[in-house]
C-alpha cells in the first residue's frame, strides 16, 4: 500500500497535540513577557507625568491621586482637555484605540489572524495615560493589556509564525503587561485562558505562562515587589461557617446585579451617544465634562484609585463616603466609557464592586467591611468579565490572603451565575458582537475527538476493482454502460481495490469528466490511471483527525483501511463525520431516568450488554469485465 501522505503519526494517539515548537514559541514568549513588563512601567510613569501635570502643574513621573488638587472648579476643564486629545489622536491616528482594550483584543484574535496595527502599539498607551492622567475613572490594566498584545504581534509578524503562534504570541504580550502592572502573574494567565486564548492547550498556556511569569520579576526591580492591595493584619481573617457562606452567595448575588447594571449602562450611553448629531471625535471631550462634574462631588471617584481600593479593603472607608463613592464612580465611569474614550474596566470594578461590599457590611453581623469589601470586589469583577476564577485567583494575588478563599469562591460563582442567566454577552464580548462578531465562551472537547472512525463509517461500501476498464468506469459515472439503470450510482466517489482488497485509490465523479474529455490509452484499467499518492483513514483513529484530512485535501469520502493490511473495512463521508456532533447534541438533549424507586438488579451476559459489531461488506462494482459477490471483511 502506497505510504499515507498527511505527515501525522497514525499510530500515536497522545493527549495533546502540542509538539517540539512549543519550545520555540515559549522563548519568543519570555522575551516578549520582558517587553511587555517594560511597556507596563512605561505607561505607569506616562499615567503619573501626565496627572501631576494636569493637575499639580508640576513635572514628576511619580504615580499620584488627582483626589487632592488644589484647582479648585478649573479642575472641571481637566477631563474635557483630555478627552478632546483622545478624541483627536483617534479621528487622525488610529480609531482602533477606542475603547477599553480588551475587546479589541478579542476583535484582534477571531477575525485580524491575531495581527495589530503598530501604530496600535504607539498611540493606544499615549491615548490611555491621557485619557487616565486626566482624571478619568478607568484602570491601566486594559490598555496594557491592548498594548502589550501589539507588542506581543508586532514581534510575532516579524517570523514566518501560524496565525494560533501569533495568537499566543499576542496574549503573551497581555498576559504579561498585566502580570506587571499587578504582580498576578497566575490571575494574568487565568483572564488569557477565560477571555483571549480561547482554548486550553499546552501549546498556547505554557508560552503565556512563561510570560506572565518573566513580567511579573521583572516588575520587582521596575514597580516595587509585594502585593498591589496590601490587607492590614486581621481584617479578612475571617472564617466562614455554612450561614457564612450563605451571606457570601447572596453579596454574589448582589454583585451580579450590579454586574448587570453596570453593562447596562455603559451600553446605554453609548447608543446614547451615537444619536448625537456630532462626529464621534467630539464623544469624549463630552464624557471628561461630566467626569469633571462628578470630581467635583467625589474626587477619589476621578483616576485609577489604587489608593482607594487600598483603603477600601482594609475597612478604612465607611458610611455616606461608600454611597459617594460607588454612585459618582459608576455614573462617569459609564458614561465616559460609553463615551468611546480609552482606559480599562478592572479597576473601576474594583472600586465599585469594593465600596458595595463595604456598604453591605453594614448589615452583616459577622465579619469586617474589608472582608466584605474584597468578597464583593472580587464577584463583580468575576460577574462582570464573566471570568469567576480569574477573579478569584486575582483578589489571592493582589492581597496574599487565602482566609477569604472560601467566600471568594461561593461570591464568584454566584455573580457568574447570575449574570449568565441574565445577560447574553458580558461587558467585553458586547463590543466584539456589537461589531458583528459572535463569540462562544464555552470551552469542551470536540465531540469528534472522543469519537473513533470504527463507530462512525459506513460498513457497506461499494468499490472498483483496479483491474476495471476506465471505459467502462466513465460509462458508470454517466449511467450509460454496464447495464446500469439510471440512478444506481449513489456517491461522487468510489474507492478502488486489488484483488486482497487493499485499496488503491478513490475515483470520483471529476476523474471521469476529465478522462472522457482527455481520452485515455486503449486499454487502460482504473489501475493505472489513479494517482500514485493514496489518502487512507484508519479504524482507531479519532474523527477530529480525518475531517481535519478530508477538509485539508477537499475530500468529500475517505476509505478506511487496516493498518497491517491496507485492506478495505469501510468509508467516512462528511454526513458520517456529522454522527459525532449528533452523540453530542444527544447526550445535551436526551433526557431519561436510568433509575427509579423500584430498583432492580439485571445481570446480563456481556453478549447482551453489547451486541457484536456486524463486519464490513465489501461489494465490488459489476462492471463489463467485473462480477463479484458482496465479501465480507472484518474490521479488526
Same mark, same amino acid.
Given at each position: 500500500m502506497p505510504p499515507d501522505q498527511t505527515g501525522e503519526i497514525h499510530d500515536r494517539l497522545a493527549d495533546f497535540t502540542t509538539n517540539s515548537r512549543v519550545i520555540l514559541i515559549s522563548l519568543m514568549a519570555i522575551c516578549i513577557g520582558g517587553l511587555s513588563a517594560v511597556v507596563a512601567f512605561a505607561l505607569y510613569r506616562l499615567i503619573g507625568l501626565i496627572t501631576n501635570l494636569s493637575f499639580y502643574l508640576h513635572w514628576s513621573w511619580k504615580f499620584s491621586s488627582p483626589a487632592g488638587t488644589s484647582l479648585g472648579y478649573w479642575e472641571v476643564l481637566v477631563p474635557v482637555v483630555g478627552g478632546l486629545l483622545v478624541g483627536l489622536l483617534a479621528r487622525y491616528g488610529t480609531e482602533k484605540i477606542r475603547g477599553h482594550g480588551i475587546p479589541e483584543a478579542?476583535?484582534?484574535?477571531?477575525?485580524?489572524? +491575531?495581527?495589530?496595527?503598530?501604530?496600535?502599539?504607539v498611540i493606544k498607551p499615549v491615548a490611555s495615560a491621557i485619557a487616565i492622567g486626566t482624571g478619568g475613572p478607568f484602570g491601566a490594566e486594559g490598555p496594557i493589556i491592548m498594548t502589550g498584545g501589539a507588542f506581543g504581534s508586532l514581534v510575532a509578524q516579524l517570523f514566518r509564525l501560524t496565525a494560533a503562534e501569533r495568537k499566543t504570541l499576542l496574549v503573551a504580550g497581555a498576559a504579561g503587561g498585566m502580570a /506587571?502592572? *499587578?504582580? /498576578?502573574?497566575?490571575?494574568s494567565v487565568l483572564i488569557a485562558v477565560e477571555l483571549l486564548l480561547f482554548e486550553w492547550k499546552p501549546r498556547s498556556y505554557i508560552p503565556v505562562a512563561l510570560a506572565a511569569a518573566v513580567a511579573a520579576a521583572l516588575r520587582i526591580p521596575l @514597580?516595587?515587589?509585594?502585593?498591589? *492591595?496590601?490587607?492590614?493584619?486581621?481584617?479578612?481573617?475571617?472564617?466562614? +461557617?455554612?450561614?457564612?457562606?450563605?451571606? /457570601?452567595?447572596?453579596?454574589?448575588v448582589v454583585a451580579g446585579l450590579g454586574s448587570a447594571l453596570l453593562t447596562t449602562l455603559v451600553y446605554g450611553f453609548e447608543d446614547l451617544f451615537g444619536k448625537l448629531p456630532l462626529h464621534w471625535m467630539w464623544w469624549p471631550a463630552i464624557g471628561g465634562l461630566v467626569i469633571g462634574l462628578g470630581g467635583l462631588i467625589e474626587p477619589r471617584a476621578l483616576g485609577v484609585g489604587y489608593d482607594t481600593i487600598r483603603s477600601l479593603i482594609n475597612g478604612q472607608m465607611l458610611g455616606a463616603a461608600l454611597v459617594g463613592l460607588f454612585l459618582v464612580k459608576l455614573v462617569i465611569w459609564s458614561f465616559s466609557l460609553g463615551s468611546g474614550t480609552s482606559g480599562g474596566v478592572l479597576a473601576p470594578l474594583m472600586i465599585m464592586g469594593a465600596s458595595l461590599g463595604a456598604l453591605e457590611a453594614h448589615w452583616i453581623p459577622f465579619g469586617n467591611p474589608g472582608f466584605w469589601a474584597l468578597i464583593s470586589m472580587a464577584a463583580i469583577m468575576g460577574g462582570t468579565m464573566r471570568a469567576p476564577f480569574t477573579a478569584i485567583v486575582f483578589a489571592l494575588e493582589l492581597t496574599h490572603d487565602v482566609n477569604a478563599l472560601p467566600g471568594l469562591l461561593v461570591a464568584c460563582i454566584a455573580a457568574a451565575l447570575l449574570t449568565v442567566l441574565v445577560l447574553r454577552r458580558s461587558i467585553l464580548t458586547e463590543k466584539v458582537a456589537r461589531r458583528g462578531h459572535h463569540l462562544s465562551r464555552e470551552y469542551a472537547v470536540d465531540p469528534l475527538e472522543v469519537l473513533r472512525v470504527?463507530?462512525?463509517?459506513?460498513?457497506?461500501?461499494?468499490?472498483?476493482? #483496479?483491474?476495471?476498464?476506465?471505459?467502462?468506469?466513465?460509462? *458508470? *459515472?454517466?449511467?450509460? #454502460? /454496464?447495464?446500469? &439503470?439510471?440512478? =444506481?450510482?449513489?456517491?461522487q466517489g468510489y474507492p478502488v481495490i486489488d484483488l486482497a482488497h487493499a485499496v488503491l485509490g478513490l475515483v470520483t465523479t471529476a476523474d471521469a469528466l476529465r478522462w472522457a474529455a482527455d481520452g485515455w490509452p486503449e486499454g487502460a484499467v482504473l489501475a493505472d490511471l489513479l494517482p =500514485?499518492?493514496?489518502y487512507v483513514a484508519y479504524?482507531?483513529?479519532?474523527?477530529?483527525?480525518?475531517?481535519?484530512?478530508?477538509?485539508?485535501?477537499? @475530500?468529500?469520502?475517505?476509505?478506511?483501511?487496516?493498518?497491517?493490511?491496507?485492506? @478495505?473495512v469501510g468509508m467516512v463521508s462528511r454526513t458520517d463525520l456529522l454522527q459525532g456532533r449528533l452523540?453530542?447534541?444527544?447526550?445535551?438533549?436526551?433526557?431519561? &431516568?436510568? @433509575?427509579?424507586?423500584d430498583v432492580r438488579v439485571w445481570v446480563r451476559s456481556p453478549e447482551r450488554h453489547k451486541p457484536p459489531r456486524p463486519d464490513a461488506a465489501i461489494r465490488r462494482i459489476e462492471l463489463a469485465g467485473n462480477r463479484t459477490e458482496p465479501q465480507p471483511v472484518s474490521d479488526g
Open positions: 478579542i476583535e484582534a484574535i477571531l477575525v485580524g489572524g +491575531s495581527r495589530i496595527e503598530p501604530v496600535v502599539s /506587571a502592572t *499587578f504582580a /498576578a502573574p497566575v490571575a @514597580l516595587g515587589h509585594g502585593p498591589l *492591595f496590601a490587607v492590614n493584619a486581621g481584617v479578612s481573617a475571617v472564617t466562614l +461557617s455554612i450561614g457564612g457562606l450563605a451571606v /457570601a452567595a447572596a453579596v454574589g470504527t463507530e462512525a463509517m459506513t460498513r457497506e461500501v461499494e468499490a472498483f476493482s #483496479g483491474d476495471a476498464l476506465v471505459e467502462d468506469a466513465v460509462a *458508470f *459515472f454517466h449511467d450509460t #454502460g /454496464a447495464g446500469l &439503470q439510471p440512478g =444506481k450510482r449513489h456517491h =500514485k499518492t493514496v479504524p482507531d483513529e479519532p474523527l477530529s483527525r480525518v475531517a481535519d484530512r478530508m477538509a485539508r485535501l477537499a @475530500l468529500g469520502r475517505i476509505p478506511v483501511v487496516r493498518r497491517d493490511d491496507g485492506s @478495505l452523540r453530542n447534541l444527544t447526550e445535551e438533549t436526551d433526557r431519561r &431516568q436510568l @433509575l427509579s424507586a
